[in-house]
């Protein structure tokens, strides 16, 4: 069973919220905090909410609010709430970006084996991108779950009846698909994008034989 990862490896997710972030950051810097500064206390709020409220975009959009009064030390006015909610836009419509090779490497892997989706975030935010896509055909299932922890991963086998060292799991994420897939007795296929967010960076062991990196994904029809 080979299961997928969403956001950043079927399609592009990130890069979007950095758009908005960079925007953010020339807004927010100036005189006693630079851009910099003001990225560190952001990590440190969204690292926060991702623990009590989860992910996606409305949670973002929360942390964007809380980074203002933090950093202003007062409630946020009426035209900087107005700000923050027009960044919004930026997460909305009815298309998703596809990553080079995705649809036609799922394609053909779909036909040599059985593939599950596993995505974690907002329902309805991963539920209309997972439909915008058109990939979800090629999926046996799709799970879209709180966090991606051992738990998940132990789960998720468990529920397919799969020997745990028997499925593959594949993302960019080393926080998310990887290192918590790799402690649940799966194997894992890394493949890095060069937008990961900060906060699913971790160290990946380069002489884990159970981890095999890509540099593209359409690399995977020749492994699979």
């Not at 649809?103 to 989706?117: D, I, K, N």
């Not at 709180?146 to 998720?156: H, I, P, S």
């Not at 593959?168 to 290192?179: A, E, T």
Request: with cysteine; net charge negative; aromatic share 8%.
């Amino acid at each position: 069973m080979l299961i997928f990862d969403a956001d950043d490896t079927l399609w592009e997710n990130n890069v979007i919220f950095e758009r908005v972030i960079d925007e953010f950051l020339d807004w927010m810097a100036g005189p006693g905090l630079d851009r910099a500064g003001v990225r560190e206390v952001l990590d440190g709020i969204e690292a926060a909410n991702a623990v009590t409220l989860g992910y996606g975009s409305r949670v973002f959009l929360h942390s964007l609010r809380e980074c203002v009064e933090r950093l202003r030390g007062r409630a946020v006015t009426a035209g900087e709430a107005a700000r923050i909610s027009g960044w919004a836009a930026a997460f909305e419509g009815d298309g998703v970006e596809l990553i080079a090779g995705v649809a036609q490497t799922l394609a053909e892997l779909a036909r040599r084996h059985a593939l599950v989706l596993l995505t974690k975030g907002d329902v309805a935010e991963q539920e209309r991108k997972v439909a915008a896509s058109g990939l979800a055909g090629n999926f046996r299932g799709v799970h879209i779950v709180a966090e991606k922890n051992v738990a998940t991963y132990e789960e998720l086998v468990r529920a397919y009846d799969v020997v745990p060292s028997s499925a593959w799991m594949i993302g960019n994420s080393p926080k998310s698909d990887i290192l918590p897939a790799r402690s649940a007795g799966l194997n894992a296929v890394f493949i890095p994008h060069d937008h990961t967010w900060v906060l699913e960076h971790a160290e990946v062991d380069p002489k884990d034989a159970g981890v095999l990196r890509l540099s593209a994904f359409g690399e995977l029809l020749k492994h699979f």
